[in-house]
């Protein structure tokens, strides 16, 4: 289905809303808080840079004064992505809604999906495997956690309500609701509760207070 | 300086580098921006020892250091100048890229998130041609990598490798002695 601008819209503003439940911004629905909530997520920025290249990518009709638009706007936006956050993200990675990608950058995602729900932490890389001829690319389904400084190559798929814990290095298929971690990679528990990890995503917006 | 910078770009877009191809890979590629403004710092220490050349580098000195920043800080790629890279090298993305007081061969490729660097003062690692290293791979200490090896992505290299071996893993381990890397490296 080809997206429309204002689905890409609609998707915008999810992002909005769920960066901002995840981070416990505080603010009213439009005030000078939300901007300076927009203005401190670069994360927020990967992904619309991303969604804006993904309708850019996807809608059929190529022409009119809103892709024009967005076609000026989304190198300029790709560029500060990269600059800023040190994140690519391939255009045609088809990232759901309620995906939260960290504030902290380094993502190097070139993964087929991500699906709704999933959380990815900072320096982290999904990309093709290209030795032995397993070219591929990974495809995540919905609500897994991605600790930082993971990579998952190859063509993998990583079932539903998977955790993946830091510093994994994964290129086998991982079943619905698993534990993995390690370099290489193995499975420590088959079935791993991650609801609460998701909803705790990044603790800068707890107060530097005493132990 | 040229020599190597136009053997980088034969590796970035494929074909013989034309003032074409030369603009669309710095355009294109962060990498190809770092490795650009490093083969100019090296160039430029090397003309400042000599008298004849020391007008032209003392002009190009305020020039360089901009970019130096430039890509040490908004594209994440460090390639000190301690760092003797061959000609014809490689980086795939950006980011958290750290090379310092290291030795690469010829046609070696690194991915980003890489470190080779010395441990603490010492010496640093020196690896040998057509070297494949992958993504968040770890090199750190004077650990010698032969030539036509790979270190595979998120690898952690704690020994070391011997020539046209593959290892993986943290700490790295070989898990093949005979691995053809050609592919790896697009140099069929």
Redesign the interface.
């Known amino acids: 289905m080809p997206p429309s601008l204002r689905s890409m819209l609609r998707l915008v503003a999810d992002d909005a809303r769920l960066y901002r439940r995840l981070t416990r911004a505080a603010g009213g629905p439009i005030s000078g808080a939300l901007l300076m909530f927009i203005l401190r997520s670069p994360g927020l920025w990967i992904l619309e840079s991303h969604r804006i290249a993904s309708y850019l990518n996807r809608s059929a009709v190529k022409r009119g004064f809103r892709w024009r638009l967005a076609y000026i706007i989304q190198p300029i936006a790709e560029y500060l992505t990269a600059i800023i956050s040190k994140s690519e993200i391939l255009a045609d990675c088809h990232i759901d809604e309620d995906v939260y990608l960290s504030n902290r950058g380094y993502i190097i995602c070139g993964a087929q999906r991500i699906g709704a729900g999933s959380v990815i932490h900072d320096h982290c890389t999904f990309g093709e495997a290209v030795a032995n001829g397993h070219a591929g690319r990974p495809t995540i389904g919905r609500r897994v956690w991605i600790g930082p400084n993971c990579i998952l190559a190859g063509p993998i798929t990583v079932g539903e309500g998977a955790t993946i814990l830091p510093g994994t290095f994964l290129t086998f298929n991982v079943r619905a609701g698993a534990l993995v971690k390690g370099n290489p990679a193995r499975v420590v528990a088959e079935s791993f509760d991650n609801s609460s990890l998701r909803s705790s995503c990044e603790l800068e917006d707890v107060p530097d207070g005493k132990p | 300086m040229m020599t190597a910078f136009l053997a980088d770009v034969r590796r970035y877009s494929g074909r013989d580098p034309s003032l074409r191809t030369v603009i669309g890979a710095v355009a294109r590629n962060?990498g190809a921006q770092g490795l650009l403004v490093y083969r100019l710092g090296r160039f430029l220490v090397r003309a400042s020892r000599d008298w004849r050349l020391i007008a032209m580098a003392s002009i190009c000195w305020p020039v360089y250091l901009p970019l130096r920043w430039y890509v040490r800080y908004?594209?994440?790629i460090r390639l000190d100048l301690s760092a003797e890279i061959g000609a014809g090298f490689y980086i795939g993305?950006?980011?958290?890229i750290h090379l310092e007081r290291c030795t690469l061969g010829r046609n070696c490729s690194i991915?980003?998130?890489t470190h080779i660097m010395p441990l603490r003062g010492g010496r640093g690692p020196s690896i040998g041609d057509h070297v494949w290293i992958g993504?968040?791979a770890r090199i750190i200490g004077p650990h010698s990598i032969g030539s036509g090896s790979?270190v595979?992505?998120?690898g952690?290299v704690c020994q070391d490798v011997p020539a046209g071996a593959m290892c993986?893993?943290?700490p790295a381990r070989v898990v093949a002695r005979q691995y053809d890397n050609r592919?790896?490296l697009g140099l069929d």
């Not at chain 2, 993305?93 to 958290?96: A, K, P, R, V």
């Open positions: 962060y908004a594209l994440g993305h950006l980011g958290n991915g980003q998130s993504a968040h790979t595979s992505a998120g952690v993986l893993g943290d592919r790896l």
